[in-house]
């Protein structure tokens, strides 16, 4: 049995933690727990004073006042773990710390020294953010009790390798993944951010056995929002005017849904044939084009996508966790909706988020064209799928 390390980062002095684990080490489950002392909870105890000054400081300096009852036990605990604390992770962790999003944050990866890091950037930030406990540990112990539990965490494809075998690495990665999370947090929402992110979100909802409301990936959301800021753009207004929906794989078969854009509530393509005003189909596929290639022109340029995706994906726990019932084009299982059938599939479709998760899928007209094509996309991540032996 190894040595528990629990302690709080910011009064923990460094030969401390050179004793504990020493250098040539490579700490296990039980050596390894940080615990950031952001805490709303914190005991009196807690702090270095109390410990080797024998001061019970929390109790000196405030004096307390007569006539008190407890909390009220329907005040609602807000806590959010995100697995994997890459470049995508540590974006989306800072965006939900900075929109105060979660009373507790848990953080979870199998590199100690880099979890360490990060744990410390973001303790050093606390005077600038909103006050949050935050949990960090490669045990997934850390993570009980969830409410949102977001996985970044993914295998790299090695040069070479094909897709299929990639997912195979993937699937048994999520295996040592999902299962924890789901023991640990029985009633949390699951929010595949990981790529392929639609065939992944079909890989946790069968390793969790939750239901299908409370698996979503992070689909085309952010696609979406890339296709409404091109439309904003050649029209020259404000991005968040713009009702448009990429839905579909998150991936080269997505489909645009240019018959339901709309501008300040202004059908467009019906507009424009109202007012006679000619247009090309080219120059609709030129954006959308446009859309798919983003993300890669991203990479190219500064070698990883992040902060968009830390929006997008804060945005949808947003939705979920306030109960916000907004609408967000995000991975789900599609069967049944659209004429998809054939097996289970997830993809993105215009769906109602809130406390539940999944609420319900938006009734949006599609012509036969666009509904076609989403049929394809699902039978392009059915054929992968198969192939997996879920």
Known sequence: MGLLVLFPLNYLPRQEWRRSIQPDQTPDSEQFQFYCSMSMEKSPSSGFLSQDLGLDIAQTFFKPIHQTEPPSPTKRHIKITVIGTGNVGMAIAQTILTQDLADELALVDAKPDKLRGEMLDLQHAAAFLPRTKIVASVDYDVTAGSDLC????????????????????????????????????????????????????????KISGFPSNRVIGSGTNLDSSRFRFLIADHLD??????QAYIV?????????????ISVGGVPVLSFLEKQQIAYEKETLEKIHKTVIESAYEVIRLKGYTSWAIGY???????????????????????????????????????????????????????????????????????????????
């Open 237 to 242: 207004v404000n991005a968040q005017d713009v």
């Open 312 to 390: 997008s994906v804060a945005n949808l726990a947003r939705s979920v966790l306030r109960n916000q019932r907004r609408i967000h084009p995000v991975s789900v299982l599609a069967k049944g909706f659209y004429g998809i059938d054939g097996g289970e599939v997830f993809l993105s479709l215009p769906a109602q988020l809130g406390r539940g998760g999944v609420l319900g899928v938006t009734n949006v007209h599609l012509t036969e064209e666009e509904e076609q094509q989403l049929r394809d996309s699902a039978k392009t991540l059915l054929e992968v799928q198969n192939q997996l032996g879920l």
């Open 150 to 205: 977001i996985v970044t965490a993914g295998a790299r494809q090695n040069p070479g390798e094909s897709r299929l075998s990639l997912l195979h690495r993937n699937v048994a990665l999520f295996r040592n993944i999902i299962q924890p999370l789901a023991q640990h947090s029985p009633d949390s929402i699951l929010m595949i951010v990981s790529n392929p992110v639609d065939i992944l979100t079909y890989v946790a909802w």
């Open 248 to 260: 579909g794989e998150h991936g080269d078969s997505s489909v645009a849904l240019w018959s339901s």
